[in-house]
């Protein structure tokens, strides 16, 4: 069963950084092409983020291009999303999946406040 299990969220001043992590189990990850996704409270979740399994292709939502870098290591079977000059519309709770399994992880909060 595909598992995902987020980290790295946290309370960050506007402009500030944050790098946001995924650990994925039960399914062969060299495979996956991990996904980002984020909600708000009494929002449709929407995509962020998505690295192909050969790491050389990548897509953003516009509203994250040129702030956001999402990465994969294989070995570790992770992803990661390098989020920088956050924004405070950028709070939300961040999920991984891939979307190839309908499973969500608990996702991270992240909150861009002073």
């Known amino acids: 069963q595909a598992q995902f299990v987020e980290s790295g969220g946290g309370l960050v001043q506007p402009g500030g950084s944050l790098r946001l992590s995924c650990s994925a189990s ?3 990850f060299r495979i996956a092409a991990p996904t980002w996704y984020r909600q708000a409270p009494g929002k449709e979740r ?3 983020a998505r ?3 050969t790491g ?3 897509n953003y939502a516009d509203s994250v291009k040129g702030r956001f870098t999402i990465s994969r290591d294989d ?3 992770m992803s990661f999303l390098q989020m920088t000059i956050l924004k405070p519309e ?8 891939d979307d190839r399994y309908n499973s969500w992880g608990q996702g991270t ?3 861009i406040d002073w």
């Open 51 to 53: 690295i192909d399994s």
């Open 46 to 48: 929407e995509f962020v």
């Open 90 to 97: 950028d709070s939300d709770m961040y999920y991984c999946k």
């Open 26 to 28: 039960g399914f062969d």
């Open 75 to 77: 070995a570790k079977k």
């Open 109 to 111: 909060r992240v909150t």
């Open 56 to 58: 050389r292709r990548k």
